[in-house]
């Protein structure tokens, strides 16, 4: 009955998946569930979701990437009205609902430091659970995985995970319970791949593979590919989606700058009339004044191509101006848009087609070709169900770009395996080695890699978390088999422990003012990105910047002497002139006129700052340091550096377009 009950908002059959997914559900059992992108793993979660409220108890919902969270916190408060919260470090609405959604670090972070808050929770729900294989965070989702509460159950989703039943192996051998796993390869709208090679468009791999080893050879095996062969003019192939009528379209370019580049190529080539919407520059104004970015340069850019019905969309970006494409975008006001790889995960924006500008990127340090798991994150985004028969997806190529093995694993095998990314970092082990002492070596004894490897290769890691313990034994973190203030401090500076506990423990942090703590914050969250300019320190902050350095050397040095690989964050000054310009007279237009970063980068980095400003404020500290934080908070943390007023502005925005449509039906056609 109870089942019924909770799915009859939905006016369709459920997919046989789906069904088995809520079987396990009601079996009490953790479920795991592996699916194409668009098959309607969501409906499961809110399944879960809907359980759990109906019975009085509490769930939290995990997302990879803040973008993903804040959308969706807005869709879940349709479904769920009052009842949802959110936090995610730089936004806090509703933190003791019923139904809370965090990224991914805040639910771990809280996991170390709450051990005993979640008695109300009954089940969490991980969102992109693959995100366990990524190099940078997946570390955090072992780790909460390792420490969710016995009493919890599980639901994760991903799109394909070959070793799934591995992964499930695992859970189960951790947390002592059933788990279920439920996979489902057939794909709701069938795709069909395309290649665009020097100007040709063919559906034929055999003939690309053979073109790329006819150039291969030519090339005399030499192995040497082009890093931007895929670059170039894709005029015919623009112009061919939109005379097979195979638009709305995504296409994922690697570079900001071209994303840009091509969104005005397409504006430029396509015809007049074929993408656009008579009303489209109205709802573009309107949405662009409710979010205050009308004065924006970018805004009035971006204007002109969105009266041809296209767009771009990356990182660089105002987010309030993504936000405006998006909706254009979800709407089909927006025909075309030209996105980084970002824009594929999680968020919701089908298309009927995807476009793949070339098939290498840099991945670290180095360019090499897609992997497949991402090759399929963007690709299936190709396809909407109930609206299309079949998907279309299109790979640029040059056979110079690539060699023939390539080809067949990107486009011949399926994704690579989920490995275990556990790197656990210094704050973990703090807050382990509080909790359990000696015995906090046992996490990793429960990590995917220990289980996975039979226990073999278990040296390395046991060997790196005991050179880590040693590194704060040695700087004054742990005394005596417990924590000093030094370590509670660093207990709570996730990913920056040493690096700033090293300025807590020398008093530097204790004489700063204001703008210097602000300043110091936002140079430990900025990285420089590859191949850009340095900018120049201020006079006034080049003694404070050679005093910090001075002050690491000695973590560096112990981190070396005991071999461990990735030392203590560096500070990095190069935005201190754009901050301390804000902080000082907040005029977002001055700022951007006076750096040469973009406007996206500059947010998402006073928002870090934010937020490590907010997480230094709640460690035991002193009144005074604590007020000077809290007012740094607030100089940094207004106009469109406020997170949380872009997430209400958007609430508003959709609360007014609902009762635009409902106006608008009521008064019915003519």
Known sequence: ????????????????????????????????????????????????????????????????????????????QVLFPNRVGIVTGDVSIHPDAPLIIMTTEIYRNRLLEERDGFHAYSWIIYDEIHYLDDPERGTVWEESLILKPSHMQLLGLSATIPNIDEL???????????VQVIREDHRPVPQRLFFQVRGEITDNLERVRRWTQRMNRRRGHSGAVSRFAGSGRPEPLLLHLIETERIPMIYFSFSRKRCEWLADLARRVIPRGTTSDNDILDRYDVLCERFGITSTERAADMRQLVARGVAYHHAGLHPMLKEVVERLFSDRSIRMIFTTETFALGINMPARTVVIDEVRKRYGRFFRTLKNRDFSQMAGRSGRRGIDREGYVYCRLSPDEI?????????????????????????????????????????????????????????????????????????????????TPRGHFARRMYGYEMSLSQLYAAGTLERLSVEQLAVVCLAIVFEPRPGTRRAPVPREYRRLRSEISGLL???????????????????????TNPLLNWMREPSFEKLIRQSEHDEGEIIRYFRMTVQILREMRDAPLSTGLRRRLEEAVIRINQGFIDAENQLRLGLEADVAEQLQEKETNEQGPG
């Open 1 to 76: 009955m109870e089942q019924s009950v909770l799915l009859s908002r939905y006016d369709f059959l459920l997919d046989a998946f789906q069904q088995r997914a809520i079987d396990a559900v009601e079996a009490g059992h953790s479920v795991l569930v592996s699916a194409p992108t668009g098959a309607g793993k969501t409906l499961i979660a809110e399944y879960v979701m809907a359980r759990c409220l109906n019975r009085g108890r509490n769930v939290i919902y995990t997302a990879p990437i803040k973008a993903l969270s804040n959308q969706k916190f807005r869709e879940f």
């Open 168 to 178: 499930a192996a695992w859970m189960r051998d951790i947390f002592a319970s059933p």
């Open 403 to 483: 060699q023939p093995q390539d080809l067949d694993m990107l486009f011949s095998h399926g994704p690579e395996p989920v490995n275990s990314r556990l790197n656990t970092s210094y704050a973990t082990i703090l807050n382990l080695f509080q909790a359990y002492g000696e015995a906090y070596i046992d996490i990793y004894r429960s990590s995917f890699h220990f289980f996975s490897h039979k226990g073999r290769s278990s040296g390395r890691q046991i060997k790196l978390m005991a050179a880590r313990l040693t590194v704060m034994r040695e700087l004054g973190c742990i005394q005596d088999g417990r924590l």
């Open 553 to 575: 050397a000695p973590v560096h040095l112990a981190e070396r002497r005991l071999g461990i690989p990735e030392p203590s964050k560096r500070f990095a000054f190069d935005l």
